[in-house]
């Protein structure tokens, strides 16, 4: 048996019947690791002892195994908080901090029986769209070493597609996990806002911010999200469960249950392809490849529908207004006084603040946050960030209009497939327009899907995704589960990459425009 | 709206970073075409529109008062790059 052929659940249930040890497991995977990332650069901390003695203690348990992931090895984005773990957030501000907790995501996986393999790379502070921000330098595309993964969640694109570990957990802020798994052919789910608790998640735009699984197929991401979500007092936006004790007002969430769902049976279901997603500046091969997913599904006896969604040119400039704003205010933490990294020098205490995050943040957060210090500044406050908020409610009307008229959204999850290396670096503003099919979902607070529709001429992977309607991840994991019976997108894999291809040029010490940083 | 290399300053000192001299120019145009480009906005009427900060109507998140266990003060002062046994250290504030 070829573990890295198996998805997470094969391989949950392989464990279960004895075919398969944890420890082999867990060793199959680090072995990989040691294969292939000094090429891919996808992990920046791995726990290669501290994952073996865990699959040992839990082979031990393995008799009582609760769960269908009891046991098998995973990865975790390097923004989200673990006890004892190094945890860098891609910066060079956070140092070696080392988190005294838990993740309220990593402490639901554990429970869950998860094996971590390690902390994935990503764009720093998860700002970015290819993964190419990190202070540990760029994460590369198993599928084409000369590419980026898309991002933020770079690393965990990578590590699943190129079988290091059998899903990973990321966080989605404005695409950032559906945009890499669409670059590197997985299956990644954002769920509603409210539903995984953000607790030990490092805050980049609070209001937006939602972790979420990157696996190799939705079964999979049904597992996985049955494990993370549910309500956790420790964050004051996670909704309640039905029986949840709960003061507030508001909607009750009926966790669970999304894996015994899945059908693939979407007789019926009416599937809107809105029409301004399809046009101009959408790649044609990409075009194509989501187009023949939609047929797909009708082939499944969905229904398929066209219709206008106007409000899609002001998703790109409110969500960067919001999601800036939002980081000005949440990275002011990082001052070199409580955790983290210091300058060496520095005259006072205004002087240690500014020089330790003047030399501790990267280009691209330096430049977020000083465009969120601009909207939020006195003078500019009405004309960008109310209109912001303004333009986020008529997007969420939008969203409750469509939804009047069918069941789920297909859309491309970005315009092109993986992009060059580098490519998006000299040019910001390009990179935001980027993100013009996926952050229109996180304004809204909705679940979004991508899932592998098919390979371009390049022989890079496309990806398709899927909207739904706030808790509508049962629906929208069935329908991906129904395409995923129809076709073998999901199960295409990279050519393994090689171990000694040239390390990636690390960008390390990049001042705030690109130049060197004193 | 014209961002200028003074407004660039502002916002940094705002924002406790320093732009280096070699910076501020290439800054100052990156974030004007950004902000240009955020104009798109203006072309949507939203005069009747309330702002909207959380899309669920989730308000008075109340919980008992219990006294539950924190974080260990030294474990969370190990993180810091200059504690002592019970504190962070900053440079003197007050001469």
Redesign the interface.
Known sequence: MELRELTALELGAAIRRGEVSIVEAAQTALDAVSAQDGALNAFITVTGARALERAEALQAGVRDAQGPLYGVPMAIKDNICTKGVKTTCASRIL?D?????DAAAVDALARAGAVSLGKLNMDEFAMGSTSETSFYGPVRNPWDLGRAPGGSSGGAAAAVAAGMGWYAIGSDTGGSIRQPASFCGVTGIKPT??TVSRYGLIAYAS?LDQIGPLCRDAADCAAVLDALMGHD?RD??S?PGPRS???????RVDYGHLLDGLTGDIRGMKIGLPVDCFGDGLDGEVRSAVLAAAEVLKGRGAQLVELPFP?L??AV??Y??IACAEA?SNL?RF????????AEE?D???D????T??QG?GAEV??R???G???L?SG?YD??Y?????????I?DAFDRVFEQCDLLLTPVAPTAAPRLGESLSD??QM?LSDVYTVSVNL??LPGLSMPCGLNGDGLPVGAQLIGP?FGEGALLNAAHAFQLETDWHRKRPPPAAADAEPPSALKGE?????DL? | MKITAELIDYLAGLSRLEVQEGERQAMTAELQRIVAYMDVLNRLDTTQVEPVSHVFPVKNVLREDEVIPSQDRAELLAGSPAPDQEAFLVPKTVE
């Open positions: 140092g901090f080392t988190p005294p907790y806002y409210g209001s007092r004051a936006t909704l004790r709960w003061d507030g007002s508001g909607p409000v040119p002001y400039p409110a960067y207004i000005s002011s001052d070199g006084v409580k955790y983290g990294w210091r520095y006072g205490l205004g240690l603040y500014c020089k995050r003047t943040f330096k430049r946050i000083l465009l210090t601009f909207v500044s500019y004309a960008y109310k209109k912001a908020l303004q333009v986020k409610a008529v969420r910001p503003l935001y809204a607070g706030h001042g705030l425009c690109g130049g004193k």
